[in-house]
Structure formats: structure tokens, C-alpha cells
């Protein structure tokens, strides 16, 4: 099974595509953007508050950050279906081992 959480990906963020070196890059992202915007409401409640560029960087950052959300959605739906088909097929070798008859694993001798 490929490691598919260490494959590159490429997002669209903000109208620009960045490219991903697996799937830590992009949560390293996401902990960017709300790095920043938690730096951002800070300088909105201050007195006097933010100013209006705060707020357009506020608006960026959220979208950014949705952009990076869905694109963690997509790429941890695909890790799960990948997971799912390798389980199915450990349970699939399983059923077809040869065993010989009887139940040697429970204390028979074959």
C-alpha cells in the first residue's frame, strides 16, 4: 500500500496553487493560517480597535483556511479508502490460506 499522506499534492489556496509535500505540509498550513488570524482578532479588540485591513486580512485568511480544511477532508478520505481496501485484502489472504484440516491453532494435532 502506498503511503498516500506522504504524496505531494497540489491546492488551490487563495487563487494560487501550493504544492504539498505530504499531508503534514498542509496541517502545518492550516496551523499557520489560524496562527495568523488569532494574531489578527487580537489587533481587532485592542484599543483603539484593528483597522480596516485587518479585517480584509481576516476575510483572507478564512477563506485560506477553508480552501486547506476541505483539501484535509479530501486527502484524509482518500488515506481511509485506501486503509479499507488494504484491510480487505489481509481478510481476503486470510480466507484463502491453505490450513489444513482441523483446528491446530485450538490444541489438535493435524
Known amino acids: 500500500m502506498t ?16 504544492l504539498f509535500h505530504g499531508y503534514e505540509a ?3 498550513r492550516a496551523s499557520g493560517l489560524i496562527g495568523w488570524m488569532q494574531q489578527i482578532e487580537i489587533a481587532l479588540g485592542a ?3 484593528g483597522s480596516e485591513k485587518d479585517w480584509h486580512d481576516l476575510a483572507i485568511a478564512a477563506e485560506a483556511l477553508v480552501a486547506v480544511s476541505t483539501a484535509q477532508e ?3 478520505a482518500d488515506h481511509d479508502t485506501a486503509l479499507t481496501r488494504a484491510i480487505e485484502r489481509v481478510r481476503s ?3 484463502t490460506l491453505n490450513i489444513p484440516q ?9
Not at 102 to 110: E, F, H, I, K, T
Open 74 to 76: 479530501v486527502w484524509l
Open 102 to 110: 482441523g483446528n491446530v491453532g485450538a490444541g489438535d494435532v493435524a
Open 93 to 95: 489472504d486470510i480466507r
Open 26 to 28: 498542509l496541517a502545518r
Open 3 to 18: 503511503d498516500i499522506l506522504d504524496e505531494t499534492r497540489s491546492v488551490v489556496i487563495g487563487g494560487r496553487t501550493e
Open 47 to 49: 484599543n483603539p480597535p
